[in-house]
């Protein structure tokens, strides 16, 4: 019932904006052409592939409360991406509740995921979104997330029978060092607990972004601790570099 109940909050306020509101719509879909080929360069399989498709609807209850409601048209029947009610108080603190984004790792890859997958996708540390509540901010030198998740991830909620404790926590903040319409330098902090059915995880990741005049830089560490592993192997780390 509780995904029922979610489906539901999400559904009358985006339509009760849609009448008494600002209402928005937009699409963002990726489209790519391979071909796959055997050992001896026979073409198995090829053609033009959807990636990502994403319907997205967004209301304005008044000026600090909106709504959004994002499908998923390609991992069916997993539809809902994002749907969540928020309210910003002040720049410095907001609420956002429901399905909502997982802010852990290099968070401009998750404002729009790409096909490519990002470092925290590859090491499956962290799902793109789940269901909780996201408590956030902007201040004049950094951006912060403190949020609280079920632990499943949009694919996989848990459900009401679930057995056992299933739970994820993420404490995120990017510092802008220099900000600019040209220059921008920022450090990037995030931890991320998590807990479902087995001993705890830990994951830490910080990454360094410039960008200039339309170039940019990214230098991002992720690493993992696994708990339910010995003492060698419990620690992963992983290392990846951008232009």
């Known amino acids: 019932m ?8 999400i559904l009358t306020a985006v339509g009760f904006s849609s009448a008494y509101g600002r209402f928005r ?3 963002l879909t990726w489209f790519s052409y391979g071909a796959y080929m055997s050992e001896g360069d026979t073409v198995i399989e090829d053609g033009v592939f959807i990636e990502r498709g994403y319907f997205t609807f967004r209301g304005d209850l008044n000026e600090k409360a909106t709504v959004r409601l994002t499908l998923d048209v ?17 720049d410095a603190f907001a609420v956002r509740l429901g399905m909502t984004g997982v802010n852990f790792g290099h968070l401009p890859l998750w404002k729009y995921p790409i096909p490519a997958k990002s470092l925290v996708d590859t090491a499956k540390a962290a799902s793109s979104a789940d269901l909780g509540i996201d408590f956030y901010g902007k201040l004049s030198f950094m951006s912060y997330n403190l949020q609280f998740f079920n632990g499943g991830g949009y694919k996989k909620w848990a459900s009401d029978d679930t057995v056992g404790l299933t739970f994820a926590g993420v404490a995120s903040s990017i510092f802008h060092f220099l900000k600019s319409d040209n220059l921008n330098l920022d450090l990037g902090l995030s931890y991320k607990y998590t807990y479902v059915d087995t001993p705890p995880t830990h994951a830490f990741d910080g990454f360094i972004e410039f960008k ?11 690493g993992i601790y696994d708990t339910a592993k010995d003492a060698d192997s419990a620690l992963a780390h992983y290392i990846n570099g951008d232009i």
């Open 2 to 9: 509780k995904r029922v109940y979610v489906y539901l909050m």
């Open 25 to 27: 719509f937009d699409a």
């Open 74 to 90: 390609v991992n069916a029947p997993d539809l809902f991406k994002y749907a969540y009610f928020d309210y910003k108080f002040i």
């Open 212 to 222: 200039l005049y339309g170039f940019g830089l990214v230098v991002e560490y992720l």
